[in-house]
């Protein structure tokens, strides 16, 4: 299985600042996923993220918010953009080495004050 | 659209005990596939076994067995002599169609917290 890793682990950010936060993937991939589980919550997909093109959105997510960069094929970054104490969540990377399996980075832990 | 849905937000067992996690589906898909994930306390989300829409018969993968019925859309996950270290929130997920155009998106349920009682 590929081994990613993301960066940095967790942070405490103050509001109205930005992070961004990197994932390694030691394999090359095609797709990157960004996902965002709040406090106590599921998972929910932010976007998909194509090596060459831009990223695709889900509802509720737009670019200027997270804007996400996919320069290779083992490296995404995630931004999260003027931050609020809602942006407080754990957000995550994943990659599909086919339709029957996909993994997870280790997550990055962010508070927003 | 897919959604996910598991019913049961906390469970105890006694140690060595089998254990059930519900997770039922619903989607116009033909072609998908259930997932279950394993996030313990420090966050990561560790993959556990996976279910194809077409495959016949039921996964497993060591401790781990997915009962898929697919006329009641439920993918349950066993877990045979659970363990303590087996404490943790399970996430049922759920890939579609999109999978065969190369995007393998996932759609998660609401997880259950599993406690492992001594």
């Known amino acids: 299985s590929a081994v990613i890793s993301q960066k940095p682990s967790r942070d405490i950010c103050q509001r109205g600042t930005s992070l961004t936060i990197q994932c390694q993937v030691d394999s090359q991939v095609t797709m990157m996923f960004w996902y965002r589980q709040q406090p106590g919550q599921s998972l929910t997909l932010i976007a998909t993220a194509n090596q060459g093109s831009e990223a695709t959105y889900e509802s509720g997510f737009v670019i200027d918010k997270f804007p996400i960069s996919r320069p290779n094929l083992t490296f995404s970054t995630l931004t999260v953009s003027n931050m609020s104490p809602e942006d407080s969540s754990i957000y995550l990377c994943s990659l599909a080495q086919g339709p029957d399996t996909q993994y997870f980075g280790p997550g990055t832990r962010l508070t927003v004050l | 659209a897919q959604k996910i849905t598991q019913t049961q937000p906390g469970m105890f067992v006694q140690e060595k005990e089998a254990v059930t996690l519900d997770c039922t589906y619903d989607t116009s898909d033909q072609s998908y596939g259930l997932f279950w994930y394993k996030q313990p306390s420090s966050g990561e989300m560790i993959f556990l076994i996976y279910?194809?829409?077409?495959?016949?018969q039921n996964a497993t993968e060591g401790r781990y067995s997915l009962n898929f019925q697919k006329a009641r859309k439920s993918a349950n996950l066993v877990i045979s002599a659970s363990q303590l270290g087996d404490s943790a929130m399970y996430f049922c997920?759920?890939?579609?169609?999109?999978?065969?155009?190369?995007?393998?998106?996932?759609?998660f349920g609401t997880g259950t917290r599993l406690t492992i009682i001594p």
């Open positions: 279910q194809g829409s077409y495959d016949e």
């Open positions: 997920a759920m890939r579609g169609d999109e999978a065969n155009f190369g995007n393998e998106k996932l759609t």
